[in-house]
């Protein structure tokens, strides 16, 4: 029987969790995302989460070319503790989130704050909260991948720094800085377990790696 119990931590996140809508960011389980924030609607969020459990939902627009002030969202995206908060001169915040554990967004709430909040739903994603074994994923294939892709040097400091990384902290690092398409990195958020991201991050680089080669053969 799954404990559902204060073992599990859900109970500290919020049901009503305030989102931030931002294309291309991609935050995952213990990964780390820097955000400069200056629309005051963002800047009265961070404030209000400071005051209370500091956790904001990072979320993808469905539409990257959206402008409104409300674009529709997908409905998975991360929670993130503040970790880092610093104010700068020009009034502007800069923030580093910790990504927490996914939520799905069961439905966006009435509220009188400038920004939205949402009812999140965290049961679907309590596994981003365990520990994950190492050796739940082809280290070679991922060193074959980025030695083509970045052009490390065979055991270069780069790919041994990385390598002594946990699964989940290797492959959810290297699936927020690699290049990926908005929709490619909500696939990525969205793989159900590390093993499953590490497959498509594998597949993304080398997909990345024959179009580069193709641009190559052309000119």
């Not at 119990?5 to 995302?33: C, K, Y």
């Not at 070319?65 to 970790?83: L, S």
């Not at 001169?89 to 400038?114: A, K, Q, S, W």
Request: proline share 6%; net charge negative.
């Amino acid at each position: 029987m799954t404990d559902t119990g204060a073992n599990t931590g859900l109970e500290e996140l919020p049901t009503a969790l305030p989102i931030f809508p931002l294309t291309g960011a991609l935050l995952l389980t213990n990964g780390h995302l820097p955000l400069n924030i200056f629309e005051p609607r963002y800047l009265v969020m961070v404030q209000d989460a400071m005051a209370t459990h500091r956790l904001i939902g990072m979320v993808q627009p469905r539409d990257p070319e959206a402008d409104q002030m409300t674009p529709e969202v997908y409905r998975v995206g991360c929670a993130g503790k503040i970790c880092e908060y610093g104010e700068l001169p020009n009034g502007m915040l800069r923030i580093t989130l910790e990504g927490v554990c996914r939520f799905e967004v069961i439905e966006e709430l009435d509220v009188t704050t400038p920004y939205r909040q949402v009812k999140a739903g965290y049961r679907k994603f309590i596994h981003d909260m365990e520990p994950v074994h190492r050796n739940s994923i082809d280290r070679l294939a991922l060193h074959e991948a980025l030695h083509h892709f970045l052009e490390f040097e065979e055991d270069a400091d780069d790919w041994q720094t990385l390598n002594h990384l946990e699964d989940d902290s290797l492959i959810n690092s290297l699936s927020m800085i690699c290049p990926f398409s908005p929709v490619e990195k909500q696939a990525l958020l969205e793989a159900v377990d590390i093993t499953t991201r590490s497959h498509l991050l594998i597949s993304l680089l080398q997909m990345m790696l024959q179009q580069v080669e193709t641009h190559r053969t052309v000119q």
